[in-house]
């Protein structure tokens, strides 16, 4: 099955910085790699997600790009802000089936 | 905006006891999915669920688990005799047509507690 690890668990940054969260993926078949946001006790929340056939994504300060040929794709958050602390999970859907694979989660801090 | 709700919010049980986790999938959506996060963990899948039957499911979602759409709106989990290691928050979630929609939306979660 499918196997997503992400890097790093733990990530500090100064308000304003921008911070880069990385996944990697086993199936090489995979084809769709959403990214999401949880905070304390809360549900995870879709941020942005890309598909198998796009190499880049962007949504204001959000941006994913993916790299099919070395299986990792990464979450770029840019002039971070203190509301962008939380919990971010990278996931993969493989080819075998519907469900989602997450990574291990990314803890990011900005500190104001 | 539509959401996936779920109830209740928490729940006690003790071990070996039965729970249902109760959820309300997005209207129109047609998957319908559990997840389980461990506290500190990451969110791992269980089962899928499509056409009124199972279409997927993970290595946890042993004979102890089950689920069921009953009627036309609600999606339960039910887990026969609960252990201290399905202390978890729970997850349902739901997607439209998978060749239309991808994203797939989280409920808000029943944080389970096995005494």
């Known amino acids: 099955g499918e196997n997503v690890e992400q890097h790093p668990s733990t990530l500090s940054v100064q308000e304003g910085d921008s911070a880069v969260i990385k996944c990697t993926y086993s199936?090489?078949?995979?084809?769709?790699f959403p990214w999401y946001k949880q905070e304390l006790g809360k549900r995870p929340q879709l941020i942005i997600d890309?598909?198998?056939?796009?190499g880049e994504k962007k949504d204001q300060r959000i941006a994913v790009t993916l790299n099919k040929t070395a299986k990792h794709f990464s979450l770029h958050i840019t002039e971070t802000q203190p509301e962008d602390s939380a919990v971010y999970f990278c996931a993969a859907r493989g080819n075998a089936g519907n469900m989602l694979t997450f990574g291990g989660g990314t803890r990011l801090m900005v500190k104001p | 905006e539509p959401e996936v709700t779920q109830t209740p919010s928490h729940q006690v049980t003790q071990m070996g006891q039965e729970v249902i986790l109760r959820c309300v999938p997005i209207s129109n959506h047609l998957y319908f999915y559990w997840y389980r996060q461990i506290l500190g963990q990451k969110v791992e899948f269980l089962v899928s669920f499509y056409n009124n039957e199972i279409s997927e499911k993970s290595e946890i979602f042993d004979d102890q688990f089950s689920v069921e759409r009953p009627d036309g709106s609600n999606f339960t989990l039910k887990i026969r005799s609960t252990k201290l290691e399905d202390s978890a928050m729970y997850f349902c979630a739901s997607r439209e047509n998978w060749w239309q929609n991808e994203k797939l939306f989280f409920g808000s979660g029943t944080q389970l507690s096995v005494l």
């Open positions: 199936d090489s078949a995979s084809n769709y």
């Open positions: 890309i598909r198998s056939n796009v």
